[in-house]
């Protein structure tokens, strides 16, 4: 029965990304609600367009409204009888809302129909609405054209489905009023439409205010990767230098080395002396020696080509004085003499230079022009920090992580345990273990020769610290007496490869204060104790680690060979924003790159928020299947800050290796993006050139079908929760070594750069990992309706075609698998066109960062194991509900890689591991064109049937190559 309620719908405005090839886009929408259509205006040649137009609906059955749905097809107007669809969004009734509690949302965009022969979408992109309903239209309705009904079948779909948060969670005192919102009022961020029910999903909401007004923003932040053009001191060409990936930049460099019999100006004698660097208005100053006249500094200063703002370079030595210091001695230089110096040309030597004509004195220096391919560059002090207290965290430095191991103990036994002074209570014995901050027990045993046969292992970093091994007893509740300690050197403990060789088990004796009480008491401890240097030790997330490489010299000198080298220029930074709003007026901005063992760290831009960098490292590359990772930071140690105020975070960029092609230059400005307790935002840009070059095209190929990790993690391999334990204290141990440096690289910067919170529940990580779930078996069901199609004749020219080959390949069964191979082949030299141009980036939208609820933030920004949140048990439950919650990321992540994977194979993400699929391919369509169906059938089941005698302990090659093949857990936020 008919009723007076209407659907509305407004059509606010869509943004379409196009491919390059695919034109000018003539956009317009149809919107379809049962058996009515309308149709908006035609936007000419505009990818952004912006309609703002509404429409009404009759509703017929208003008790049937939730099997009801709402179609809206987004059509390319390419002439004036044809189009061509863009993409469909579907809503189901269920979501449709009053028109007080609506709102403009943007709903991604997806393909009208999949078929296993068909390439990506035409174009991407989405289109925002706002779906309501009421019982007041507007007076002026649009005329109505019919068109045919969609069987009741297909309206349970649930793609694209907003589900109403507001009415659900929304506080009561927030209701948005019922008059729409002014369009001149900023609108703020939308709420994403989930693809799923996202009830399983939403978390209790509490404390955080809910924004009311989440409509569609017509001008979001950019956040793709762009493709730059920088002027490179070796362009694009051979290679003419050491630095031919950054841009050239000129400085000044002045080393001062010493001085030797520098005049007194005091009567008593004494000299403090100091020299100033003067140039024009930046002046450097180096330490002062306590009456010392032949001082040695030893520093470098170094005035970018900017900051000459003078034609003389002044050396002034001064008498530090309490009052006033007195002047000693000055030297000249003029500028356009000053020689210039060329990498790789042997450093300037230094001279010596008369300061005072009447009283002698000399300083020796030099002087000359060079650029950052110098050596006396990372060293040097920089004419835009001359005022730092603590210079020494400007300067750029070369990191090496220690090498680190695993070591397994195995407690076994004890004998003689002395009792003192009570000899009547049974004792209840337990060891522990202590390496550096790492502390495990095993269970108590109530003997006095107890037996427990348990086994740890913990990360062991050279250069080693001693094992300490003590036996407790637990004499109360709250009070433990130590029975024995024993100090073992790890230098002497036993090292071996794999699980072929069987370490001896050792008895030790333990110090106990009892043995001088008791006569004869030697109380022993049974352990086996090896250091395991056929595992590799990670420190980085299994996802994107940047070293698969084993613990033990022999073995990675012998077995993995250097298959290339990449190659890093950090150009600049554009558009910087505060790293800490309200606590500097200022950025102090610094790159750190991590791969493998080596970490970089580029100088410190002070007070610059667009900082020129214009530094250069290079690794070698044992393994194609790692990933470089580059932080941004903002210095907060320059003026001598408490070591408790960590340094910003600006941004960090992974890039996967087998994603770069091989010898190509990649110049690209990248965004910077950090996820707060308010939202995502960008900090800025990072403008990066990457060069990876290949030393043996054959080694690399062969790299493919190698196992990814050492053979020890599949022979015995170590579970997943331990691992993720492990992982943590090998993070600590870098972080605690690398800051020790000078500069230190802080805690903070490497557990940032090393992503050691990845494994922590995370609502949004969550809902993004449920996604890309959803898109990896989306195929499967648009199989499924493309098969439907073809069963129900709706297009009789492919249903045609598809019966003939049903029966071809009935008749002829040993063409199936042939045909299936050419196929997968010819899909692959199809999608050779549409490959990735650019190395990937981090996907906002994939990582679902840019349109996140603020209650999901403060889940996931609250601290974690305590969380903040009260009262007492419901905090308890909370937080166990995290832990598990977490491992079902995981593997939820897992999974949606392994499909990822899959799409990988043809997608050219990884041009060489497609390269091989489709030689593989064309191989095995003649392969299997040659040999007979039933020989092939009966051989591989033979083969996947056979004994594990026959078994290898590593996986196959094929396993071994699937598992290098990239995921999109590298665009992961």
Not at 719 to 744: D, F, G, M, T, Y
Not at 868 to 877: A, L, N, T, Y
Request: proline share 7%.
């Amino acid at each position: 029965m008919m009723s007076n309620l209407k659907l509305g719908v407004e059509v606010i405005s869509a943004r379409l990304k196009p491919r390059e090839d695919y034109g000018r886009v003539n956009a317009f929408v149809e919107l379809r609600f049962e058996d009515q259509k309308v149709i908006t205006t035609t936007k000419i040649d505009d990818s952004s367009p912006v309609w703002n137009e509404k429409f009404f609906f009759n509703i017929s059955d208003t008790e049937d409204l939730s099997n009801q749905f709402l179609e809206a097809y987004v059509y390319n107007k390419t002439s004036s009888i044809t189009k061509s669809c863009l993409g469909k969004i579907r809503i189901l009734g269920t979501a449709f809302l009053p028109y007080s509690e609506a709102v403009g949302l943007p709903y991604p965009l997806e393909k009208e129909k999949w078929s296993m022969f068909s390439s990506a979408a035409a174009i991407g992109g989405e289109l925002a609405l706002k779906v309501f309903l009421t019982d007041n239209p507007y007076p002026k309705v649009p005329n109505l054209t019919l068109t045919k009904k969609i069987p009741s079948k297909s309206r349970h779909k649930f793609h694209n489905i907003p589900t109403n948060e507001k009415s659900k969670h929304s506080p009561q005192g927030n209701q948005q009023p019922s008059q729409p919102q002014p369009q001149s009022l900023q609108p703020q961020p939308p709420q994403p439409p989930p693809i799923m029910d996202s009830s399983l999903f939403q978390a209790p909401r509490f404390s955080s205010p809910i924004p009311t007004t989440m409509g569609f923003n017509p001008n979001p932040p950019d956040y793709s990767v762009k493709e730059t053009n920088p002027i490179l001191g070796g362009g694009k060409r051979a290679r003419s230098s050491d630095h031919d990936l950054v841009e050239p930049m000129e400085f000044l460099f002045i080393k001062i080395v010493k001085a030797r019999n520098l005049p007194s100006m005091d009567i008593t004698g004494s000299l403090d002396p100091y020299i100033e660097v003067k140039l024009g208005n930046f002046t450097g100053k180096t330490k002062h020696f306590e009456k010392n006249q032949n001082p040695i500094w030893n520093e470098v200063f170094a005035f970018s080509k900017s900051n000459q703002q003078s034609n003389v370079l002044e050396v002034i030595v001064m008498d530090k004085d309490m009052v006033k210091d007195d002047f000693v001695g000055l030297i000249q230089f003029d500028l356009n003499e000053i020689p210039t110096r060329v990498a790789p040309d042997s450093p300037l030597a230094p001279e010596w230079y008369r300061v005072n004509n009447e009283k002698g004195g000399e300083i020796m220096l030099a002087v000359w022009f060079g650029t950052q391919a110098d050596e006396a560059f990372s060293d040097a002090t920089y004419s835009d920090a001359l005022n730092a207290v603590n210079k020494s965290s400007l300067r750029s430095k070369v990191y090496h992580s220690p090498r680190l191991w695993y070591l397994r103990v195995n407690v076994i036994e004890a004998q003689d345990l002395v009792i003192v002074p009570d000899r009547t209570r049974l004792p209840n014995p337990y060891v522990k273990i202590r390496l550096n901050n790492q502390l495990v027990r095993t269970k108590p045993s109530q003997s006095l020769n107890p037996r427990w046969n348990e086994e740890f292992t913990l990360v062991a970093a050279e250069p080693f610290e001693d094992l300490i091994i003590s036996i407790e007893d637990r004499v109360a509740a709250n009070r433990e007496e130590t029975l024995g300690e024993v100090h073992i050197p790890i230098g002497t403990i036993d090292k071996r490869i794999d699980d072929n060789r069987t370490v001896p088990n050792r008895w030790f004796s333990l110090k106990t204060e009892n043995q001088r009480r008791v006569r004869f008491a030697a109380t022993r401890l049974h352990l086996n104790v090896c250091l395991e240097g056929g595992y590799h030790v990670l420190d980085e997330s299994t996802y994107y680690s940047s070293d698969l490489r084993p613990s033990m010299k022999e073995l990675l000198s012998h077995k993995q060979p250097s298959i290339g080298v990449l190659e890093l220029g950090i150009l600049r930074m554009e558009g910087l924003s505060l790293s800490q709003e309200g606590k500097k007026e200022t950025v102090d901005a610094y790159c750190v790159a991590k791969y493998g063992t080596k970490w970089v760290r580029t100088r410190t831009v002070t007070e610059c928020l667009n900082p020129r960098f214009n530094e250069q490292y290079t690794w070698e590359v044992y393994e194609p299947a790692t990933v470089i990772t580059i932080g941004v930071f903002d210095n907060n140690q320059i003026n001598g800050g408490n070591g408790n105020k960590g340094d910003g975070k600006i941004g960090k960029i992974r890039v996967r290796i087998s994603t770069l092609e091989a010898g190509r230059i990649y110049t690209n400005s990248y965004p910077l993006l950090v996820l707060r307790p308010s939202g995502l935002k960008k900090m800025g840009e990072l403008h990066l050139a990457i060069r990876f070059s290949c030393s043996s095209m054959f080694q690399m190929l062969m790299q493919y079908w190698k196992p990814l990790l050492p053979k020890m993690h599949y022979a015995r391999p170590l579970k997943v929760v331990h691992q993720e334990i492990l992982r943590q204290h090998a993070v600590n141990l870098v972080a605690a070594r690398l800051s020790r440096a000078e500069p230190p690289l802080r805690k903070e910067v490497v557990e940032y750069i090393s992503d050691s919170n990845s494994h922590l529940w995370s609502m949004r990580k969550s809902r993004a990992n449920l996604f890309r779930l959803s898109s990896v078996f989306s195929g499967l069901l648009g199989t499924g309706e493309w098969f439907q199609d073809i069963c129900r004749w709706k297009k009789p020219v492919a249903s045609t075609a598809i019966h003939v080959i049903y029966l071809v390949l009935v008749c002829s069964p040993e063409m199936i698998l042939p045909v299936m191979s050419l196929c997968l082949f010819m899909l692959g030299v199809w999608n050779y066109r549409l490959r990735p141009r650019q190395p990937p980036h981090m996907d906002t939208r994939l990582s679902f960062a840019d349109n996140i609820h603020p209650e999901e933030l403060n889940e996931e920004f609250d601290t974690f194991p305590f969380s903040s949140q009260d009262p007492g048990i419901v905090k308890m439950r909370y937080e166990r509900l995290r832990s598990i919650a977490s491992r079902a990321q995981t593997v939820v992540g897992d999974i949606a890689g392994q499909g990822e994977r899959v799409q990988a194979l043809l997608s050219w993400r990884d041009p060489r591991a497609t390269s091989i699929f489709m030689v593989l391919c064309l191989v095995s369509t003649v392969i299997l064109y040659v040999v007979p169906f039933k020989v092939f059938v009966l051989l591989a089941g033979l083969y996947i049937m056979r004994h594990p005698r026959f078994r290898g302990k590593t996986p196959p090659g094929l396993i071994n190559f699937f598992r290098r093949l990239p995921a999109k857990t590298d665009c992961m936020l």
